[in-house]
């Protein structure tokens, strides 16, 4: 006997946790409540209770195993990009992201870095989705004469020198624009979806977070340089002279602001983030995507940077960009792509080298080291 409790107190506990625990059985029942039994006598004495309709209880879901790299990131791989992010000794910016998962991993991820040639991605995939809303055509012919040309990489500069002018469908300088990284392709696409204007209209409606859109390639390189844009600039070497004859101190402002604040910067979370919901097909119409990811995958510059890392049986499609080099320093070095494995799973993989002084093959031995990190990793 519990010492301080009489029998019948005892009793009484022992009968109502009976009904509490009838209560908490009863909580499982799916079906609606039936009603209670009634006792039957028999003839013979005995009490029976009838069972009545059996008893429908809840049945789980079944478990379907969910794949481990599906949700998080294989473990290891986020110290792997850390050492080699740490090893570098310019500024980047590493961004890993599962495209069809839900895990992303990234060093300085969410800072700005120079995009340069990666921002004609930006303007493209306006271009894409001004056709899906029925504003442009890809046939449409847009007309390049000497007054459209800019500076740096433009092959087609020789055939508008030649010519007098050319005409080429929007699908063509997409082409020229994305593969061949060339700046005038570019341009004329940017002029003819309406300007800078239009593109920062696409990254705020498609809510593309820290991506910036500068000024065209004439404004933004002639800024970054010291100089005001002249036509001029366009032909040759005009360009690479003018900017040699400023006085150091010009140079030097004009370049470090441009460091500190570009103005076609972008994080390189951002960008992983992006180029993932191209790949799912969340930014443009099915035929859009299909486009420009066949058109990435044609990509000519940069075959020894991210692309290289990777091993037989995978794909990557991509698109590269490189800045202004001064004192030493190249000011944007980078390369942003989707990597598929023989298995079909994808990742978005971005290098960003904001300022970047070693020689160019250790450059892309960094780049070639992230992305071979990712292809190790993958399936565990």
């Given at each position: ?224 340089a010291g100089l005001k844009w002249q036509q001029s600039y366009s032909i040759g070497r005009s360009f690479q002279s003018a900017r040699a004859a400023l006085p150091e ?43 420009l990811l066949g058109v990435m995958t044609r990509t000519k510059s940069g075959p020894q940077r991210l692309k290289a890392g990777l091993p037989m049986g995978w794909t ?65």
């Amino acid at each position: 006997m519990i010492s301080g409790y009489s029998g019948r107190p005892l009793l009484a506990v022992i009968l109502s946790a009976a009904v509490l625990a009838g209560c908490v059985s009863s909580a499982a029942v799916v079906s609606a409540p039936q009603p209670h039994p009634q006792p039957v006598r028999s003839s013979t004495g005995p009490v029976t209770v009838p069972i009545g309709p059996p008893i429908r209880r809840a049945t789980p879901a079944p478990q379907i195993p969910a794949d481990p790299g599906f949700r998080r990131a294989p473990a290891g791989l986020d110290n792997r990009l850390f050492e080699i992010w740490k090893a570098f000794p310019g500024r980047t910016g590493i961004a890993v992201q599962r495209i069809d998962g839900e895990w992303a991993v990234a060093q300085r991820g969410a800072e700005l870095f120079p995009q340069q040639s990666v921002s004609k991605l930006w303007v493209t995939l306006t271009v894409l989705d001004a056709v899906d809303n029925g504003r442009l055509s890809m046939d449409q012919k847009v007309r390049i004469g000497p007054e459209d040309l800019t500076l740096f990489h433009q092959p087609i500069a020789a055939r508008v020198q030649a010519q007098g002018s050319v005409t080429m469908a929007v699908r063509d300088l997409i082409e020229t624009a994305i593969t061949q990284s060339d700046n005038t392709a570019n341009d004329s696409l940017l002029r003819t979806v309406g300007g800078p204007d239009a593109v920062r209209r696409f990254i705020d409606k498609k809510d593309l977070g820290k991506i910036r859109f500068g000024p065209g390639e004439r404004l933004l390189q002639a800024g970054a340089a010291g100089l005001k844009w002249q036509q001029s600039y366009s032909i040759g070497r005009s360009f690479q002279s003018a900017r040699a004859a400023l006085p150091e101190a010009t140079r030097k402002a004009a370049m470090d602001a441009y460091r500190a604040d570009p103005p076609d910067g972008a994080s390189p979370a951002a960008i992983a983030s992006a180029l993932s919901r191209l790949a799912r097909g969340t930014l443009l119409s099915p035929e859009s995507t299909q486009f420009l990811l066949g058109v990435m995958t044609r990509t000519k510059s940069g075959p020894q940077r991210l692309k290289a890392g990777l091993p037989m049986g995978w794909t990557f499609l991509h698109k590269t960009g490189t800045g202004q080099d001064y004192q030493g320093m190249t000011i944007g070095y980078n390369d942003i792509g989707i990597a598929t494995a023989p298995d079909g799973t994808r990742y978005a993989i971005v290098v960003m080298m904001g300022e970047a002084s070693s020689p160019i093959p250790a450059r892309m031995a960094t780049m070639q080291a992230v992305s071979r990190a990712v292809a190790e990793f993958h399936g565990r």
